[in-house]
Every structure is written in C-alpha cells, then in structure tokens.
C-alpha cells in the first residue's frame, strides 16, 4: 500500500468530537447514540398496520345510493406489502447513487433499499464516505459517533466515524476514515483497495455494533463487501449482530479481490485457518475476498436468473464455478429493476422533451433532433440512431461493435457512444467519429445528463454484452420506448424477448454466440423493421415503454427471501 498520511483527520463537520474523546474498542457494544432508530421497526410496523387497517374497514362516509345500498361493497384488499412482517436489513456496499456511481451497483444500491421500504422493510445502507462524495450531501451528514478499531494482524487499529443522513426514508451511514477514502475515485488498485476494503467490511459491522442497530439482514454487494460475512462469523461471535443472518449478491464475478495471502491476511487480521481452499485461499498462493465471503454468507443472490446458472460453468465462472456449484443450494437469481422516480420520461428534467405512452412516436423525434444538433450530428429524422452507454470494458462486447462499425455505418445510419474506459476502445470510438464527422458522436466521459438525453433520442439501444450479470441499460431504454439489441447472455436475456416478426411480439433484438456477424445480423434485423415496418417498430416502443421493469416484483423476492432466511 502506498505510504499515506497516517493521521486519522477527520473532516470538519461541526458537532464532531476529537478521535480521543470516543475511543471504543470494536467488540464492545457502545451506548446506542439514537436508540429510536433500533426500537421503532416493530412498533412503527405494528402502527401503521393498524392504521392501514383502520383506513381500509372505515365506512364510507359518502351517502350511497339507495339501490347500491343492496349491494355488498367488496372490501379493498389490503395492500400486500402490510400483509408480511417487517424485517430490518443492513444494505454494505461500496458505491451508491447519488453520492457516489460507477456503473450498476450504484443504481441497485440507491433503488432496491427505496423499494424494500414499501414491502415493509427497515433499510441502512452503509457506505465508504469517499471524498469524491459531492459537497452538497456531505454538508448535509450528521456526526453520529466515532471509535477506535482492531484491524491487522499486527493489532494496528484505525479510526471509524459514522456519519449519517436520511434521505427518502432510507438511512445512509457513511465509513468516515480519511486515511482510506481520500482518493478522488472509489477504485483505484488493488494495491490500495485491499486494505480499503477490509477496513470498510469490518468497520461496516462495527459501526452496527457500535450504534447497537442490529438488523435481522445484513445483505452485502460484490467483493468490496465480501468479508463482512467473515468478519461476522469470526469476529463477532461475541456481539449481539451475530444473530443476523447474511446474504450476499454478486453484481459481476468478474471482480474478486484477489491479493497474496500475507498482505490480506495481514490487513484483514484473520485467522490463519480462513486461509485455507474451501474458503479464502486460491491457487497456490493467493486469498480471494469473494470467495470467503460466498463460503461464509447464509445465501448468494446474483442479478439475474440465466447469470446465476451461467457462473457455474466455466466460461462464464471466472474461475469460481466449481467452488459455487458446491454451493449451489443456496444461489438464487433476482433480477434487477429500475428505479421509475430517476427512470421516467414524463417527469425527467434532464430531457429536452418529456413524453409517455400516448405520445411518445411525436415527441421521441423531437428528442432526437435536439439530441442531433446538441452532438453536432446531421438533424434528420429518419436517420436511424443507435446509442451505446457504457463502461468502455471487454464485458461489453465492444470488440464486436468495432469489427462491423464500417458495415454498420451506412447513409441512414447514426452512432451515438457515451462511456470511458479502456484507452483501446475509447481510441477507436474517437476514430470512428472522426471517419464518420457528422453521423458518429463519441462522448468519452461519464455523464448522467447526457445519458438521459440519449436513452430519450435515439432509436435503439446497443448491448452487445460479452457476459451481462443484469444489465440495466437495456431496461432503462426500453423504458424509454428505446429498442434493445443485445446478446442473449445473463440478464439481456432474461429482460429482452426477442422480437417475433410472424407474432409481431417480443422486445427489441437479440443474439446468441459472441460474434459479429451475428451482432451485425441482429442490427440489420432492427433496421429493417424501423424503415420497412414501422408500424410494427412502434408498437414494439410502446410495448417497451408499458413493460414492467419497476422494482416490485424483485424487492418482492429479496423480501421473500429475507423472511424465508429470518423464520
Ligand atoms: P455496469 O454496471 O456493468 O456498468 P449496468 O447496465 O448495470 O452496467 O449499469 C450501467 C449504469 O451506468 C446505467 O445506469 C447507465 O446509464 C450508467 N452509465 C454507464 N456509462 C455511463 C456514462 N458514461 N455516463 C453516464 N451514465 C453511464
Ligand atoms: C454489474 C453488472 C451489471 C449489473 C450491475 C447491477 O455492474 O455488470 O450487469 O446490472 O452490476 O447489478
């Protein structure tokens, strides 16, 4: 790890004590500083019940008329939400939108506590409080305490403040250290994300413990998260979190957390014996966060059905298949949804037009003409323009789109790219721009405004997805009435029904084997229907648009599952 400065400042919130003043150690359980956040599940869940109730048996007050009065009025069903005991989940993860996004995660992190809340959820989310975190939500946390804790082998400890704002009903908490969190993005290596990340999976827990909130689900995302089933069962065995049970989704498995041994051993300070091949240990020499974490937790989830049958074989296993074939029974896939407050054409204002069902065939043409001229692209409105929002990774199949970008290209054709990544593909998108000045637009960056605006103004959307654990790009387009062309891998192929000319069904276009014939066949299948048949591409966006990509039946699911988990 490179050498940092090793004061443990903190930032300069106002009601903050000095480190001195509030050191614990993490097995100890410290005063609750808001006690009323831990008691009120039950008794909130118990009122509200009765009220709903109440609300829903209450006489009408309106006068009936007297033949309706005969009748039996049918009671309204009580929503099914109150219907299922409440449950408390601790959401630890290392990115979250608004306050920090790199890609998917960030969304479900922001989205899925948002909709556990209404199936009677109580929700945390602990986060890592990066410096990149905009100063508008920073100014905004409150100091809720700080302590000491145990990290390393070598019983170096480190500072752990919390830091707290509510916002939509979800409580934030924020890992405040500045020692690890100070860079400007959340990933950086691996060399400094090592040691980031077993600090934040343990302090997540001591954090818990220390505000004596004890969630009957502790749910943790991807690697960044991984050791905090670990750190449960080995270091907090003593403390009253050990009751709860865990879970842990696997977003993409791409990403483990692979080091040596010595150095996560060391930084993570556990046992000798965790480093063994049935869980942390891989290869010969090297420890696997993930793999510990999956070995530890109660239950995996990953974010699609087909993703969670695709990474038990080897193609797509990256190297874990057979450790979660072993583990099989106790993998599930939940889809991803999308989150319809941030993800709604008629309300968002970072479109230049809002629309919705009724007339989005009239005013999706005028998003794409403003979107032409803002790009500096020819304006016309029969040119077919297909958008491509991404991470600039090999994941995304962009080795495809590259080998047929000059056959995709023809005089009825616009490109429009927005993503970073790779210095390779983010070179040769810049290329194609300027071989095709006035048709193709490549927005190297990261930026959610124009995001919006494409999803808006183009006509179809492109996913050519090597692998794709989820995928929320094609459900935010369909939402727009934007047509998916994706790879039949992971979630693409369990959200997106491929189009059936002789039914005039399906949701947009798909292939199966990873190849570029195929990706250019797909688009050309697209084309086709936009210029020879309209109608029937019309149909399909509003079919698009009327699909229900919302997060309800998935938060369904997780809550199933929470109970399931919690009998
Ligand atoms: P992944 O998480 O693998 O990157 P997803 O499809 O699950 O892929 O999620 C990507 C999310 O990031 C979507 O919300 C998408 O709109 C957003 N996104 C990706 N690239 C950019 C970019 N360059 N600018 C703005 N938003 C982006
Ligand atoms: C990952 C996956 C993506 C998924 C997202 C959210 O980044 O690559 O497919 O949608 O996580 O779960």
């Not at 005089?411 to 095709?436: C, N």
Request: glycine share 6%.
């Amino acid at each position: 790890m490179t050498k940092r400065k090793t004061t443990n400042t903190k930032k300069n919130k106002t009601v903050k004590p000095t480190q001195k003043e509030k050191t614990l150690s993490t097995a100890v359980n410290a005063e609750s500083e808001d006690q009323s956040v831990e008691e009120s599940p039950a008794k909130t869940a118990s009122t509200e019940n009765a009220q709903k109730t109440k609300a829903v048996k209450e006489p009408r007050k309106e006068p009936l008329k007297a033949e309706a009065v005969e009748e039996t009025i049918p009671e309204e069903p009580v929503p099914e939400v109150y219907t299922t005991p409440r449950r408390s989940v601790a959401f630890i993860g290392s990115e979250c939108y608004p306050f920090v996004k790199t890609g998917g995660l960030g969304d479900v992190m922001y989205a899925l506590p948002k909709a556990l809340i209404k199936q009677n959820c109580d929700v945390k989310v602990i986060l890592p409080c990066y410096k990149c975190i905009p100063q508008e939500y920073q100014e905004k946390m409150v100091y809720k305490g700080s302590f000491q804790m145990d990290l390393c082998a070598d019983g170096r400890s480190f500072y752990v403040g919390i830091m707290e704002y509510v916002w939509d009903g979800v409580v934030y908490d924020f890992i405040d250290n500045e020692e690890f969190f100070t860079t400007g993005n959340p990933y950086t290596n691996l060399i400094d994300d090592i040691p980031k990340y077993c600090y934040f999976s343990k302090a997540a827990l001591a954090a818990l413990n220390y505000m004596d909130w004890i969630p009957d689900i502790i749910h943790c995302h991807d690697w960044q998260a991984a050791l905090v089933p670990v750190y449960l069962r080995i270091k907090f065995v003593d403390t009253k979190l050990t009751s709860a049970k865990t879970i842990l989704t696997i977003h993409n498995l791409r990403f483990q957390g692979i080091y040596n041994i010595p150095t996560i051993r060391y930084w993570s300070g556990l046992p000798d014996y965790v480093f063994n091949k049935d869980a942390l240990k891989t290869g010969y020499e090297d420890a696997n966060m993930l793999k510990g974490g999956l070995t530890y937790t109660n239950i995996i989830t990953t974010v699609s059905n087909t993703y969670a049958g695709e990474i038990q074989n080897s193609y797509y296993g990256e190297t874990l298949d057979a450790h979660l074939r072993y583990h099989s029974n106790k993998l599930r896939g939940i889809v991803n949804g999308i989150d319809y407050d941030i993800w709604n054409s008629f309300t968002d204002d970072r479109l230049y037009v809002n629309y919705d069902i009724t007339n989005v065939l009239e005013k999706k043409k005028e998003n794409k003409r403003r979107l032409q001229e803002e790009l500096g692209l020819a304006q016309d409105d029969h040119k077919f323009v297909i958008g491509l929002i991404s991470r600039l990774t090999d994941q995304k199949g962009l080795d495809l789109v590259n080998s047929i970008m000059t056959q995709i290209m023809d005089e009825h054709t616009q490109v429009v790219v927005l993503g970073s990544g790779d210095s390779r593909y983010e070179d040769s998108f810049r290329y194609y721009e300027y071989a095709y000045k006035g048709n193709v637009c490549s927005n190297i960056m990261y930026d959610e405004t124009r995001a919006h605006r494409i999803y808006a103004g183009a006509d179809a959307l492109l996913v050519p997805s090597q692998f794709e654990p989820c995928g929320l790009t094609q459900l935010i387009a369909m939402h727009y009435g934007t047509i998916p062309i994706v790879r039949e891998t992971g979630g693409l192929k369990d959200t997106v029904e491929p189009y059936n000319m002789f039914s005039n069904m399906g949701n947009g276009f798909t292939f199966d084997r990873y190849d570029a014939g195929l990706l250019l066949d797909a688009i050309n299948r697209a084309k086709s229907l936009y210029f020879l048949n309209r109608w029937c591409w019309d149909e399909m966006v509003q079919r698009d648009m009327d699909k229900n990509l919302s997060w309800d039946n998935s938060a369904k699911q997780y809550k199933d599952l929470y109970l399931d988990l919690t009998r």
